[in-house]
Structure formats: C-alpha cells, structure tokens
C-alpha cells in the first residue's frame, strides 16, 4: 500500500503563490507516475500535472507557465508549485501516485485532499 499526505493549501490573493507537498509512504518503490488533480465544487476532478520517470512533466493547459511539478526523491515528497494564482484555480487539491506496467495501471493511490482557495 501507499499512503500520501497533502499539506501546503491555503487562502492566498490573486496573484500570489502557494507550494503543495504530497508525503509519499509505504511500497512507494515501484510507483512511477505522479501527480496533481483538483476538484472545483460542481466539477469533475482534473488533471493538473504529472511526473513520470522522474523527469518527464505534462501540465493541463490552463496552468502551463504557472505550475511547477517536481520530485525530492530523498524526501518522497513531490511539489506542485503554483503561481500567478487566479480565482479559478480555487479547488481541492489531490496527490496521486500510479504503478504502471507498460500502459496497464496496476495501483492508483489517492490522498485526502489539500483546499486551496484564490480570492479576487
């Protein structure tokens, strides 16, 4: 099992910058997909950005150029960095962590969530 632990949300102006941590632990060994997903209220969640292999990065559209995903490996922590916050990034935030073999996910872990909300 994987256990994962957000922290790093907040209220924070339009503008400004917030730095998430997901805490990874347990059989974290064979994971190689991380990521950020959101959930605004009445919305499906979404993908916010991904690391695989440790250094390959995708990002959703709307927050390219502003969000930052990255990995401590020494830490098993992964970040998501976010500026130039807009009142449409308000949602919850979820760290997810994947095994993977080949294309076939074989282990999907979610966390309990981080709540970030972005005042005009």
């Known amino acids: 099992q994987v256990q994962l632990v957000e922290s790093g949300g907040g209220l924070v102006q339009s503008g400004g910058s917030l730095r998430l941590s997901c805490a990874a632990s347990g059989s974290i060994f064979s994971i190689n997909a991380w990521g950020w997903y959101r959930q605004a209220p009445g919305k499906e969640r979404e993908l916010v950005a991904t690391?695989?292999?440790?250094?390959?990065?995708n990002y959703a559209d709307s927050v390219k150029g502003r969000f930052t995903i990255s990995r401590d490996n020494a830490k098993n922590t992964v970040y998501l960095q976010m500026n130039s916050l807009k009142p449409e990034d308000t949602a919850v935030y979820y760290c997810?962590?994947?095994?993977?073999?080949?294309?076939?996910?074989?282990?999907?872990?979610w966390g309990q969530g981080t709540q970030v909300t972005v005042s005009s």
């Open positions: 690391i695989t292999s440790g250094v390959i990065t």
């Open positions: 997810n962590a994947q095994k993977r073999v080949f294309a076939v996910i074989t282990g999907d872990y």
